[in-house]
């Protein structure tokens, strides 16, 4: 039955799909040089969807609806604002590729896969799930490999599909063992089952780890990582942005409530194993950006690492670090998309990504150099800016759950990354372009670029400074799963 509560709970979705049929309409009547307007329509659409949900979509008590298919509770009802946000942003980014921007359909795969995180986040069935990572996953195959006259993207697509499809097969053999062992594939109930204990400890390690495949690959956690850099530096760059934010943010709201929810008998051991590949994901990440000098790369090795930080948040197994968790992905998007964003907007004007590349950018555009500088310093978390906040809650939460040793890794790992972000602002602010006049070479920006910049610079600062009403909508969402 159609209630309102129905309606409210896929809210955001049904704003989606309308904006999609608007770009499938209007686009067709659109002149080749009007068609980056798709690009104002879907991150205007989505900003305005996520207020319409704001004021119509916010959720009461948890909620199963459609049949127990979907949840209706705070956590999805966070992330899917995150995914909406991160979407919009993304848009403003493609406006301006020289290729994609002028294609209505890289917005409408961008939409589509929108969608199916937002299923991600609430879905609390097994088929519903499956349904809704394959929803987001194919338009992003699709968007990674998008420039056919480029053959590292063809390739980035190609090995983005491979690996994927590989990933989810594996996954979906778990998910299959999980249903033929409880006999159901609703995940609230699929914990009350396995609490009989007539499931071995061996066999629930075993289900656990097909699983922890499949949404390794999704959050990029090491050894999983390893299409990561090369689909990312092959992908138009606001793709890759958009891969390592909302598409890892969505790997974790699907590990959290699954794991959290549906598999608390086997805490044990998947807290375990999750701890050993956190540890392992931040350390192998961060040593590996160390050589890098394209700067795609090293940013793909960067968010390899951040996902072994959040991943303390999972491994503490508490209220505290489901909201860290969620707060953490929350200044990661924000912060990460203004890395890419940047990067786009330098090698839109310059069409050079190395790192050598950045020298003198402060006197080309400084504007365009102290958003770097921001964005650089929220990822190595230094204050006052998110990425500092958000370790700190993920750190506490781990600290918490007697993960102290985790913990102390982290902090380490944070000190290396401090290094190599630091040396990307080393040529941006301390070396000069050889024999040339900076102010001859400006790095103008647009005016999509500029806004987008100029949203996610203060919500990367807000977020950092006005943590508490960002972390209490992050608490409200931990606590729907206790």
Do not use: C
Request: proline letters at 4%; zero cysteines.
């Amino acid at each position: 039955m159609f209630t309102p509560i129905v309606f409210a709970s896929i809210l955001p979705e049904i704003l989606i799909l309308v904006l999609g049929i608007l770009i499938l309409i209007f686009e067709p009547f659109w002149k080749e040089d009007q068609r980056r307007n798709a690009g104002w329509l879907t991150a205007g659409g989505l900003f305005t969807a996520i207020i319409i949900s704001l004021l119509f979509g916010q959720p009461g008590e948890p909620t199963a609806v459609l049949g127990g298919m979907i949840r209706f509770d705070w956590l999805g009802f966070f992330f899917k604002l995150l995914f909406m946000f991160a979407g919009a942003a993304t848009a403003l980014l493609l406006m301006d590729h020289e290729t994609a921007g002028r294609r209505g359909e890289a917005y409408l795969l961008l939409l589509a896969s929108l969608l199916g995180m937002n299923l991600m986040a609430v879905s609390s069935d097994l088929v519903m799930l499956y349904l809704a990572i394959e929803t987001a996953s194919i338009p992003l195959y699709i968007l990674a490999g998008f420039l056919l006259a480029d053959e590292r993207s063809t390739e980035a697509g190609f090995k983005y599909l491979l690996f994927g499809t590989l990933a989810s097969t594996i996954m979906l053999y778990g998910f299959s063992l999980i249903f033929g062992f409880s006999g159901t594939t609703d995940i609230y109930k699929i914990a009350e089952i396995f609490s009989t204990g007539s499931i071995s400890p061996l066999l629930g390690f075993g289900l656990l780890a097909l699983v922890i495949i499949g949404l390794g690959f999704k959050m990029a956690i090491v050894p999983f990582h390893f299409w990561a850099p090369d689909v990312y530096q092959g992908s138009p760059t606001p793709v890759a942005g958009f891969l390592s934010t909302a598409s890892k943010a969505a790997g974790f709201a699907v590990i959290v409530r699954l794991f959290f929810v549906g598999l608390p008998e086997f805490s044990s051991s998947w807290t375990l194993v999750l701890a050993a590949l956190s540890a392992i994901t931040m350390t192998v990440g961060n040593l590996l950006a160390l050589p890098q000098t394209n700067i795609k790369r090293l940013l793909a090795y960067s968010s390899v690492a951040h996902a072994g930080y959040a991943l303390i948040g999972v491994v503490a197994f508490s209220q505290l670090g489901a909201a860290s968790v969620v707060f953490y992905l929350a200044a990661y998007i924000a912060t990460n998309l203004l890395a890419f964003g940047i990067v786009m907007a330098f090698s839109r004007v310059t069409g050079l990504e190395e790192i050598t590349d950045y020298v003198g950018l402060s006197r080309r555009n400084p504007f365009m150099a102290l958003m770097m500088l921001a964005a650089f310093l929220s990822l190595a978390g230094m204050p006052p800016f998110g990425g500092f906040v958000a370790k700190i809650f993920v750190f506490a939460a781990g600290v918490q759950a007697n993960y102290t040793w985790l913990v102390v890794v982290g902090i380490i790992n944070s000190i290396i990354g401090v290094y190599y972000y630091l040396n990307v602002m080393k040529f941006v602010y301390l070396y000069r372009m050889p024999g040339e006049d900076e102010e001859k070479h400006p790095v103008p920006l647009t005016s999509s670029y500029s806004i987008a910049l100029v949203v996610l610079v203060i919500g990367v600062i807000l977020v950092g400074t006005v943590f508490a009403p960002f972390f209490s909508w992050s608490d409200a969402g931990a606590l729907n799963l206790f």
